[in-house]
Structures are given as C-alpha cells and as structure tokens.
C-alpha cells in the first residue's frame, strides 16, 4: 500500500494524559499537513512541513501541542495533558514540491476520545 | 484570507435523481478549488480540483463542478445519484503552494443521503 498510513486509528485517554500520533506520508511526498475535524466540521489546518522544516503553526496549535518530522519522513502529533476539547479527528495528508497543483493526500485518520 | 461556505448541511435525494451540491468560496488570489468526499470513519478522498484550466471539471464517479467566478461558486452535481455516493462531501480552496503553502480550507460539509 503506497497510500498515507497513521497509527493508531482510534484512541481513548483520560483528561491529563499525553498521546502521539503518527503519520506516515507516500514516501516520495515532501509536503505534509496536520489537520483536526471536530464533529460536524470540516477539517481545520494545524500545521505544516516542508522535509524536516515545520514552516506554519496554525493558531489553533496550543502550546500543549507539537509536531515533528525529525528525517523529513514520518511525522508525529503529540498532545499533551489532554483536554475533552482535543476529541477530534485528526487527519494528516501529503503532497509533492514542484506539483502543480500540490494535491493533498489524505490519510485515514487518528480518532482521538479524551474521557 | 480564504473562506468557502457551502449552502446547506444536509442534502437528501432519490436514486436516480440530481445532485447538486453548493459552495462558495472567497480568495485574494486566483484559487484552486476541490471537493473531497469522506464515508464514515474514513479520510478524505479527492472528487475532482479546479486549477484555471477548464471551468467544467469532471471527476470521479460521475461527478463533475463547473468553476464560476462571476458568482465565486464551485457547485458540485453529478446527474443520476447512486446509493453509493451517500457520505459527506467538502469543498476546499488553496492558493496552490503560494504563502500560504498550499493549505487548504474547507467548507463546513454536506452530507448526502441517497433514499432508494
């Protein structure tokens, strides 16, 4: 499968507890994304990273949260001491530099439940 | 800064009948448009992008949104519903890889309910 992978798919926690998240992008792909979609929303932008350079936080990107994507190849969402407003999906997606038209490639998704 | 809106939360039809689904967008530059289509539980998977080549564009199954800029629209329709295309549908816009690098904002979804 050559398609955007994240793991977990689903995941529970208490309120307090820190959680991350992996993406692992279409391997030839040097763009990736962050994206939260809440319930009834459509997906809302995090965060950026051009290889190993994180080059936009979103506002919504509280200090509580951080991204990596140390060798420019997977990245990691980590959130920490979780709030029952953190439950959301959050979606990661790739693309290619020099495409034209820099089409986004999503992956399935991490459900995240903060009880 | 860039918005879409798309009119209307939730859209029913028969099998067999129209889809039209609306969105409205707003950008200070030239805009790339999609629609991606999500099913439950599932990420997002690309229907169709609009790149100022053809103002119709045509995606996959059997849908197709004409680029209106007059009107700042990207409808989305497709003319014969099938039970398959129930699932929630965005519109999206970017400024391709311009300074916002090519993030994309979306419109707040429709889902489609297809009754046989």
């Known amino acids: 499968d050559t398609g955007v992978s994240q793991n977990p798919r689903h995941k529970i926690t208490k309120r307090g507890q820190n959680v991350t998240f992996r993406c692992d992008p279409i391997?030839?792909?040097?763009?990736l994304y962050w994206y939260r979609q809440t319930l009834g929303q459509g997906p809302e932008f995090l965060t950026y990273?051009?290889?190993?350079?994180?080059?936009?936080k979103s506002r919504l990107l509280s200090d509580r949260f951080s991204a990596e994507r140390p060798k420019g190849s997977f990245s990691t969402l980590e959130i920490q001491r979780t709030e029952q407003g953190d439950s959301a999906m959050y979606l990661c997606?790739?693309?290619?530099?020099?495409?034209?038209?820099?089409?986004?490639?999503f992956g399935p998704g991490t459900r995240l439940t903060v009880l | 800064a860039q918005s879409v809106t798309q009119l209307g939360s939730h859209v029913s039809v028969s099998e067999g009948a129209l889809v039209l689904l609306r969105c409205n967008y707003s950008?200070?530059?030239?805009?790339?448009l999609f629609w991606y289509v999500q099913y439950p539980n599932q990420g997002l998977q690309l229907l169709l992008k609009?790149?100022?080549?053809?103002?119709l564009v045509k995606g996959i199954n059997g849908f197709e949104a004409e680029f209106k800029k007059s009107e700042t629209s990207f409808h989305l329709t497709k003319p014969s519903a099938h039970m398959s295309d129930a699932a929630e549908y965005f519109c999206?816009?970017?400024?391709?890889?311009?300074?916002?690098?090519?993030?994309?904002?979306f419109g707040q979804g429709t889902i489609l309910t297809v009754h046989p």
């Open positions: 999206a816009v970017s400024d391709g890889a311009g300074t916002s690098y090519g993030k994309l904002t």
């Open positions: 391997s030839e792909h040097n763009r």
């Open positions: 990273f051009q290889n190993e350079a994180q080059l936009e």
């Open positions: 997606a790739s693309s290619l530099r020099g495409s034209t038209y820099n089409e986004q490639f």
């Open positions: 609009y790149t100022s080549a053809a103002t």
């Open positions: 950008s200070s530059v030239p805009p790339y």
